[in-house]
């Protein structure tokens, strides 16, 4: 049996009757809600947890979110009342908040740079895996190995963008994200509130999923709703002396995605990018984009018992899984796209796990499948 608690302004309320904890690469910051009777601190007091706490949600005495609580409620059915807190993690900020960064234009800026600018102000730190000034979770442990890609991540994450710029009003995660997106690399949050910008797929969680035994449902879904045949990409580049033929004007590029374009269907889309640096830049930003719809049109989905990977941490975003599964006819490493916590006053742990392809969120060639074929 596990126990959920909060601390909260320095005291532990426990007696959580029911509740979530949501992680997920569209949704930077963590969140949690959690529903309870009447909680009891440690000296014994008794009293609802209030909006704008600050906040440490604690599974098994392990720090899991470190945040805010955004919303909280009382309520009475039949005779008994009932209180409910819910929140984010210190990164909710940074979603919710717009970028005030002076001046709002970097020129020769790593994203590492750019990142901590935008983030300086709010009440949270930033990591980049790779960054050889700061590991953070397991990711610190396993850097003896030499995680996958973590060399790669780390030349990403030092290479100056010629010119980056935001929007007045453009939300800061929004800024953070485009920028990470430029250098093939997504956002979530730490355990202790920090953001931590990665590469996906610099870890694995340890986990075979798929054989029988192993996992509680399964779902294997398809969409190709928002899926197109091209992806015409345009970028408004910035007088730059050492951008020859391109400053000022516009860049643009266009790439395919074979998989439609071998059933004969045309579906093109344009989209304009604002705030890339040059031709290299807008590039790789049509190219992640094809990804990112074709491994949003592939998803599965399995709900496991538990809330911990092979390694014993919490399920966490990005990290590799190993799936087997004859039934979904699905087989290969995939990404861990979300992972929902859930717990009731009769019902076991249990954590919904969303996977995707790694190749979603890479500038690589995305597999071409035929139909009826098997994922792998």
């Not at 470190?66 to 993690?89: H, I, K």
């Not at 909710?92 to 300086?120: E, K, S």
């Not at 590991?135 to 991540?153: L, W």
């Not at 496991?304 to 599964?325: A, C």
Request: aromatic share 8%; hydrophobic share 40%; proline share 4%.
């Amino acid at each position: 049996m596990h126990t959920v608690a909060l601390l909260v302004n320095g005291e532990l309320h426990a007696g959580f009757m029911k509740g979530s904890l949501v992680r997920s690469m569209n949704a930077p910051a963590s969140s949690f809600d959690l529903e309870y009777s009447a909680t009891a601190t440690e000296t014994g007091r008794v009293w609802p947890i209030e909006e704008g706490d600050a906040c440490e949600v604690r599974i098994d005495d392990r720090t899991v979110i470190t945040g805010f609580v955004d919303t909280a409620s009382t309520g009475e059915e039949g005779r008994m009342l009932f209180y409910r807190a819910a929140g984010r993690s210190c990164v909710g900020d940074l979603v919710d908040c717009a970028c005030v960064h002076t001046p709002r234009t970097w020129n020769d800026a790593t994203l590492a740079r750019i990142a901590q600018d935008i983030v300086d102000p709010f009440a949270c730190n930033v990591a980049i895996f790779g960054d050889s000034n700061r590991t953070v979770g397991r990711r610190a442990r396993a850097r003896a190995a030499v995680p996958a890609g973590a060399g790669q991540q780390a030349q990403a994450a030092q290479r100056a963008m010629a010119t980056f710029r935001y929007q007045v009003g453009e939300g800061a995660i929004e800024v953070l994200r485009r920028a990470a997106a430029l250098r093939g690399m997504f956002l979530f949050d730490s355990p202790d509130g920090d953001l931590v910008i990665a590469r996906v797929g610099a870890d694995d969680a340890g986990v075979t999923l798929g054989p029988v035994g192993t996992v509680l449902k399964r779902e294997r879904s398809g969409d190709w709703s928002r899926r197109f045949s091209e992806y015409r990409f345009v970028g408004q580049s910035h007088a730059r002396d050492d951008l020859p033929g391109t400053a000022g004007t516009q860049l643009s590029n266009v790439v395919n995605d074979p998989t439609l374009q071998a059933r004969g269907r045309f579906r093109p889309t344009v989209v304009t990018k604002k705030g890339g640096g040059g031709r290299e830049d807008i590039g790789a930003a049509a190219v992640l984009a094809r990804n990112k719809a074709a491994g949003q049109s592939e998803t599965v989905s399995y709900a496991v018992p538990g809330w911990h990977d092979g390694h014993g941490e919490p399920w966490s975003v990005g990290y590799l899984v190993d799936v087997d599964d004859e039934r979904l006819r699905v087989r290969g490493k995939m990404v861990v796209v979300s992972a929902t916590f859930r717990f009731g006053p009769r019902e076991p742990w249990v954590t919904m796990l969303e996977l995707a392809w790694p190749e979603a969120f890479d500038e690589v060639d995305y597999p071409t499948r035929g139909r009826g074929a098997v994922w792998s």
